[in-house]
């Protein structure tokens, strides 16, 4: 069974950090591109950032030179390091994970949601 587990949202103040983790159980499958959305009531969930297998990166420019993805191919985790938080980057965050069946088949996997709250 694959699963995508969410850690490490809080409250924190204007300026401050928060590193948000995502844990991939994936069973035989293997893990392609994982990203970071994040959404707030009303709108459209937002792509944040995304990392592929290979360790390229892709922001979206709100985020550019404050936040930085990561992932650990060894443990199936994936990070979020966000600095300089502001008060607009309040959202649920979501883990996402493209993953690809030992037959070829590619599936689209989120994780739960873990809130993010900068306040000012």
């Known amino acids: 069974q694959v699963q995508l587990v969410e850690s490490g949202g809080g409250v924190v103040q204007a300026g401050g950090s928060l590193r948000l983790s995502c844990a991939a159980s994936?069973?035989?499958?293997?893990?392609?591109?994982m990203a970071w959305y994040r959404q707030v009531p009303g709108k459209q969930r937002e792509l944040v950032a995304l990392?592929?297998?290979?360790?390229?990166?892709n922001y979206v420019d709100s985020v550019k030179g404050r936040f930085t993805i990561s992932r650990d191919n060894a443990d199936d985790t994936m990070y979020l390091q966000m600095n300089s938080l502001k008060p607009e980057d309040t959202a649920v965050y979501y883990c996402?994970?493209?993953?690809?069946?030992?037959?070829?088949?590619?599936?689209?996997?989120w994780g739960q949601g873990t809130q993010v709250t900068v306040s000012s």
């Open positions: 996402n994970a493209q993953l690809q069946s030992p037959f070829g088949r590619r599936f689209n996997y």
């Open positions: 994936r069973n035989t499958f293997s893990i392609n591109d």
């Open positions: 990392i592929t297998a290979g360790g390229i990166t």
